[in-house]
């Protein structure tokens, strides 16, 4: 693959032109496990809001609990994305409460789940899905497939997807 270059790029400094350019080698592949822990060390501690919204952008690494929690963690994360990615992970949370929770609380907490999920943005809805059934689903020594969403194309608009949403309720993805 060329090397991906935009106009924004050479206003980055060093370390994050050198991340820029990681992101953009991984992003058209499924990530393996180390790739994963790169990302989610990433979305943990970078301070640039393009390149949080560029790992924001890409499902296929969002449907990483781990990727996830690490940009809703993220102070640098511009705030539509990281609210939206907050909503996410309350919604886990109140899933996890809702299984330990006495009975006579169990219906109102999952109407307080499905509230949630009616407010998450369409575009995160899938991911948000795909992460419950992980939850759900025990974990067997033959392995299931993950369903994965659609790898993105190679040749991307690096621009668009690294500019951080403006706005109050604008989705995480493009």
């Not at 050479?10 to 080698?25: K, Q, T």
């Not at 190679?154 to 604008?170: N, Q």
């Amino acid at each position: 693959m060329a090397e991906p270059e935009a106009p924004f790029v050479l206003s980055l400094p060093e370390p994050d032109r050198i991340h820029f350019r990681n992101l953009a080698l991984i992003r058209p592949q499924m990530p393996s496990e180390r790739q994963i822990e790169l990302i989610e060390s990433l979305g943990r501690n970078l301070s640039s809001p393009r390149l949080l919204t560029l790992i924001a952008r890409t499902p296929h690494w969002l449907v990483h609990a781990p990727v996830l929690h690490a940009l809703a963690g993220n102070e640098s994360t511009p705030e539509p994305i990281r609210r939206d990615l907050e909503m996410a992970v309350s919604l886990f949370d109140l899933m996890r409460e809702m299984e330990r929770a006495p009975e006579g609380e169990k219906t109102e907490r999952s109407e307080s789940i499905k509230a949630i999920y009616q407010d998450l943005p369409p575009d995160l809805k899938p991911i948000v899905k795909q992460l419950a059934k992980q939850l759900a689903r025990p974990v067997n020594a033959s392995g299931t497939t993950m369903e994965m969403p659609p790898l993105p194309p190679a040749e991307a608009d690096w621009e668009a997807l690294t500019l951080p949403p403006e706005g109050r309720g604008t989705s995480p993805l493009p």
